[in-house]
């Protein structure tokens, strides 16, 4: 094994020996720095996960005190579009089926979360926000089902006969 003195001089006397003993170190540094990152971002998103779906439990149980269905829609438009996906999931999971999350809200691919019924696995999709729902939003939700060989639910909350949300 080689003195640290003479690494040392071998260190200071080749600037190309140096910059790559550099660079591994930073590089090492990086990949601890962007490791604990991911750590601390994963433990956000499973923070984000149960608020939501502490929320959705709260937002079931009012939707069960409102007198009628127009109460209830309009109570739907005005949650969070992520509270809204679990609160579906939860109701699904209510009836006794197997559901499974997804491990993030956005860049999802248009899946929001599936459920087993009687062995077949089944998509869902919440569409719960203030624009209208496109036709486009429909036919990328149906090639999903046909890429995946799957059933799908398509849920939109619907005032007076069309979908919620302008125009």
């Not at 509270?83 to 699904?92: G, K, P, R």
Request: proline share 5%; charged share 20%; glycine share 10%.
């Amino acid at each position: 094994m080689m003195q640290a003195p003479v690494i040392t001089a071998a260190l200071l006397v080749s600037p190309v020996l140096m910059a790559c003993l550099t660079f591994c170190l930073l590089t090492v540094l990086l990949m601890l720095i962007l490791r604990e990152w991911r750590r601390k971002r994963g433990c956000v998103r499973l923070r984000r996960h149960q608020r939501y779906r502490a929320t959705a439990v709260r937002v079931l149980a009012r939707l069960k005190t409102l007198p009628g269905d127009a109460h209830r829609l309009k109570y739907l438009r005005k949650i969070n579009p992520y509270v809204f996906e679990e609160l579906l999931l939860l109701a699904l999971a209510q009836q006794g089926m197997t559901v499974i999350h997804n491990p993030c809200y956005s860049g999802d691919g248009g899946l929001d979360g599936q459920v087993m019924i009687n062995g077949e696995r089944w998509l869902i999709q919440a569409k719960r926000y203030g624009r209208t729902i496109r036709p486009a939003h429909i036919d990328a939700f149906g090639e999903l089902l046909r890429r995946e060989g799957a059933g799908g639910f398509l849920f939109i909350p619907v005032v007076r006969g069309r979908p919620a949300g302008p125009g």
